[in-house]
């Protein structure tokens, strides 16, 4: 329980330094998402604190209700990651976009059909309203994360270069999507006998979270300028096919080879 | 159960791509870069890495048959390790240059607005089943040896000659002057 609250203090203090960082360097402006997000959680967790000391009975409910509100406003870093790590690289940042879309299709389809199945939504109705929560959190983070994971593959397979502040960025709330994805997940299938653990791991891996931001956010350092290749704009669609008729070659290449 | 290994194995593949992204090395690439590159890795390929003669000459049989019948015998497995070495070290420059193509491709492609869904899908299964074909080429020569595979001189050199002439054209486009301009804005990026 101490460990709990010393932790809690912690995020509280390190949140308060995530914050008041952004004014010297006008960060609040350049990624206005992730701070909403961040002043968002600062203010949650100060009156939900003081909550806990006052009304502990109430504070069980807000507790999720912030919760929530804040994995909302967490999908705002993705938006961060769309403005400043892939608007440079329009082909990318297009295939990202297709691919969000996409799976915030399927997510959302899935969402709609799946309680349709039969016997689909037994399992939630015989659980407790905690449980229910901490399912329904679990299943938006995943959601939250496959579309978080999606955007980091394209960005490792087309390279892009990315500056101080949005590497940190992308790893502080990865580390903690990953994390509470795990956990959640292990809260859901153990039951109570996990709690005391995962009051501990999620909020660690919160706070590993926001030293990171503290760190990667302590000054405006943007993505290096990309230097754009304008004959290639022109000349693509004759990449395409050159690049598809030496693989063909090396395809041809290669099996030739493998059966001689 | 299934649900929740299938869950935890996710949260556990985004941690070690962040590993992986942290450990990035954050090179600013300029788009030139990878044209100066692919241009100057193919006149080093053409001119000293992969000529037909040197591939002839790497997989010659009769340089077996010769080591088989005039050579002691304590010598031949000595022969067999180093023309091993060789042929490995042919299939990874194979699978450099469909790397070199692949970044080349890369370093275009996501600087065009039209990009089309299907044709990159389509392009990462190819590269993807390449580079994995490669590997598998290298673990066959690595355990059945390089002479194990009768013919493969000539249609290595034939098709080396191809991939090469294949290069050449998609970057028929870099003129000599444009590919000067390129490399001097490339090293000035560096300098930067």
């Not at chain 1, 004759?238 to 290449?253: D, G, I, K």
């Not at chain 2, 590159?37 to 053409?46: G, H, K, M």
């Not at chain 2, 074909?133 to 673990?139: F, G």
């Not at chain 2, 290069?167 to 560096?190: C, K, M, T």
Request: aromatic share 12%; net charge positive.
């Amino acid at each position: 329980m101490l460990l709990t609250l010393a932790i809690w203090w912690a995020c509280i203090v390190a949140e308060a330094l995530v914050v008041f960082r952004a004014f010297p360097g006008n960060l609040l402006r350049r990624y206005p998402f992730f701070y909403t997000y961040a002043t968002s959680v600062l203010i949650c967790d100060v009156l939900l604190f003081a909550m806990y000391e006052l009304s502990p009975a109430s504070y069980a409910t807000w507790c999720w209700r912030a919760e929530f509100l804040n994995i909302l406003l967490g999908c705002g870093i993705i938006l961060e990651i769309f403005k400043h790590v892939l608007s440079p690289y329009p082909g990318a940042e297009r295939i990202a976009r297709f691919a969000g879309l996409t799976l915030f299709a399927a997510i959302f389809c899935f969402g709609v059909f799946y309680p349709m199945v039969p016997g689909a939504l037994n399992v939630q109705f015989a659980i407790g309203q905690l449980e229910r929560y901490v399912a329904l959190e679990r299943n938006l983070l995943v959601a939250q994360a496959i579309l978080f994971f999606a955007v980091l593959a394209i960005i490792s397979y087309y390279r892009t270069v990315m500056g101080k502040n949005a590497k940190g960025m992308i790893l502080g709330y990865g580390i903690w999507l990953g994390a509470s994805v795990m956990t959640l997940a292990l809260r859901f299938y153990i039951g109570r006998r996990f709690t005391h653990a995962w009051n501990v791991i999620q909020p660690l891996a919160y706070f590993t979270s926001l030293v990171i931001w503290a760190v990667s956010l302590w000054s405006y350092e943007p993505s290096p300028a990309f230097d754009a290749p304008a004959p290639l704009e022109m000349d693509h669609e004759a990449v395409v096919a050159t690049t598809r008729s030496a693989m063909e070659a090396m395809r041809s290449h290669i099996s030739k080879v493998a059966s001689a | 159960m299934i649900q929740l290994i299938l869950i935890l194995a996710f949260g556990a593949l985004c941690l070690s791509s962040l590993y992986f992204l942290a450990r990035r090395t954050p090179r600013a690439e300029g788009g030139s870069g990878p044209l100066v590159e692919a241009r100057q890795a193919l006149q080093a390929l053409r001119s000293g890495l992969l000529p037909p003669e040197l591939i002839a000459r790497i997989f010659a049989r009769a340089d077996l048959e010769y080591v088989l019948s005039e050579v002691p015998e304590n010598v031949r497995p000595l022969f067999m390790e180093e023309r091993k070495k060789i042929a490995l070290s042919w299939v990874n420059q194979v699978r450099r240059q469909i790397l070199l193509l692949r970044r080349f491709y890369l370093g275009s492609a996501r600087s065009y607005a039209r990009l089309s869904f299907r044709t990159e899908i389509a392009l990462a299964l190819d590269f993807a089943a390449l580079l994995f074909a490669c590997r598998a080429l290298q673990v066959a020569l690595y355990v059945r040896g390089p002479f194990a595979v009768p013919g493969m001189v000539e249609t290595t050199a034939a098709v080396a000659a191809r991939v090469c002439k294949v290069y050449e054209e998609s970057l028929a486009f870099l003129s000599p002057a444009q590919l000067g301009a390129l490399a001097d804005r490339s090293a000035g990026a560096a300098r930067l």
